[in-house]
């Protein structure tokens, strides 16, 4: 079945690091892949995007790209603040099932 | 309403005991996800509702839980005779179409002693 990898956190960062998250997935079909946030007290809400291979979804300075190659997702961004500490998450929809399926999620503290 | 609405926010309950958790979605969102949040386990995928169509009941734990849709709008959880191991934070979103953005809401946190 279709499944999503992302690395184990925590991950402990100074302010103005450069940040990546690894997700990658398995998949069936030509699934779409996504990054959710959770910061503390809120609830999840979308991060960022993308549907179909070598795209790139963007959102408040973060990126990933879509590589079907790798089936991976990787989460960067180029400079961290204090204020992106929070919970990510990568997930993707099949194309077959509609199915939203998570990762574990990954713990970001950033520290200033 | 504007959101994703849940009820109740908080439910403690006894071992044993039956749970209902409510989820009110987005007005037009065809598609309705319970997830299951529990402390280092990320979000676990539970039953998914699209439409008319018959639901993806795949990730129900166990034959305790169910969950139904009425008129393609308000969702109801059903945990049967609770256990411990139940205790987490229910999830619910909606979205529309494909790829579509996933609107969730607070979540309800069940407590079983």
């Known amino acids: 079945g279709n499944s999503v990898t992302q690395m184990e956190g925590p991950v402990t960062l100074s302010e103005e690091a450069f940040l990546t998250i690894n997700c990658t997935y398995t998949?069936?079909?030509?699934?779409?892949l996504f990054w959710y946030v959770q910061y503390p007290g809120e609830g999840l809400q979308l991060l960022l995007k993308?549907?179909?291979?070598?795209d790139k979804g963007s959102n408040k300075g973060f990126e990933a790209t879509y590589r079907k190659e790798t089936t991976s997702f990787h989460l960067e961004k180029g400079s961290v603040q204090v204020s992106d500490s929070a919970v990510y998450f990568c997930?993707?929809?099949?194309?077959?099932?509609?199915?939203?399926?998570f990762g574990k999620g990954t713990r970001l503290h950033i520290l200033p | 309403g504007a959101g994703v609405s849940q009820s109740p926010s908080n439910k403690v309950t006894e071992k044993g005991k039956d749970v209902e958790l409510r989820c009110d979605p987005i007005?037009?969102?065809?598609?309705l996800y319970w997830y299951r949040q529990s402390l280092g386990q990320g979000l676990e995928f539970l039953i998914y509702?699209?439409?008319?169509?018959?639901?993806?009941k795949s990730g129900l734990p166990s034959d305790r839980f169910s969950a139904e849709r009425t008129g393609g709008s308000v969702s109801t959880l059903t945990i049967q005779r609770t256990q411990q191991e139940d205790s987490a934070v229910y999830l619910c979103?909606?979205?529309?179409?494909?790829?579509?953005?996933?609107?969730f809401g607070e979540g309800s946190r069940l407590t079983v002693l």
């Open positions: 007005s037009g969102h065809t598609a």
């Open positions: 509702f699209q439409g008319n169509s018959a639901p993806d």
């Open positions: 993308a549907t179909k291979a070598d």
């Open positions: 998949a069936t079909g030509y699934p779409s």
């Open positions: 997930a993707l929809e099949s194309n077959r099932d509609d199915k939203i399926i």
């Open positions: 979103a909606s979205s529309f179409g494909f790829a579509g953005e996933l609107f």
